[in-house]
């Protein structure tokens, strides 16, 4: 069932032999810098905006939306309760333009938050949207933020990609979509070029070898064969 926990805890998978491993998120997130970030919560300092009491209220706003696209995508009904009328009101706006873009782009879900696990390189990850639209199996991933598509999504996005190969899937397609979290944020899509994969899943690995190092252990991606 989809969830819309606002302090969602630190994502653990387990291997074929019981052992945890770090998912696409943790290893991207302990490896590499977001410069971007620092500089946003530096402009809110001189403003005199709490950016952690800011980033948490965008950051509902964001899960809600996701939630919401994912309840249409699994064909449930949202519970917001736990939101306030404001921020349901906002998510409903970023929404909408989910909606307008899957009205050119008909889906038919085929695997929608499904965890899965590379036994090959041992982390794990769990991709958006796998789906069929316009005789493609695609791939989709949902952002929702307000500065743009940045390269550590885009790692993200190649490492569900060779989930879902490693697992028989077929992916035509690779799309990003962001979602600005209020009207002047926009809405963005991105459809990743094979260039942009390869690279971007050589680099993931490449962190999940820093990764393992840091924690004492032995790296597993000397090659990359997908």
Same mark, same amino acid.
């Given at each position: 069932m989809t969830s819309t926990s606002r302090s969602?805890?630190?994502e653990y998978y387990r291997n074929a032999a %019981?052992?945890?491993i770090p998912s696409t998120t943790t290893v991207l997130g302990a490896v590499l810098a977001k410069p971007a970030?620092?500089?946003w919560a530096n402009r809110l300092g001189l403003q005199g905006v709490d950016s952690d009491k800011y980033k948490d209220e965008l950051a509902d706003i964001g899960i809600l939306t996701h939630y919401f696209i994912m309840c249409r995508l699994s064909d *449930?009904?949202?519970d917001v309760s736990n939101f306030t009328p404001a921020q349901v009101e906002q998510a409903q706006a970023c929404y909408l333009k989910y909606i307008d873009w899957e009205e050119k782009n008909p889906v038919r879900p085929l695997m929608v938050e499904e965890r899965l696990v590379s036994e090959k390189y041992q982390y794990g990850g769990q991709p958006d949207?796998?789906?069929l639209?316009? %005789?493609k199996f695609i791939l989709v991933d949902f952002k929702t933020n307000a500065k743009g598509i940045f390269d550590e999504m885009v790692f993200q996005v190649a490492a569900y990609e060779g989930l879902l190969i490693e697992h028989g899937f077929k992916v035509n397609e690779a799309t990003m979509l962001r979602i600005g979290r209020s009207d002047p944020e %926009?809405? *963005?899509e991105k459809i990743l070029t094979r260039s942009e994969l390869d690279l971007g899943f050589e680099i993931f690995l490449r962190c999940l070898d820093i990764y393992q190092l840091k924690r004492g252990k032995a790296p597993i991606c000397t090659t990359v064969n997908r």
């Open positions: 969602r805890a630190k %019981g052992q945890i970030l620092v500089k *449930e009904v949202p949207l796998y789906a639209s316009n %005789g %926009g809405f *963005e």
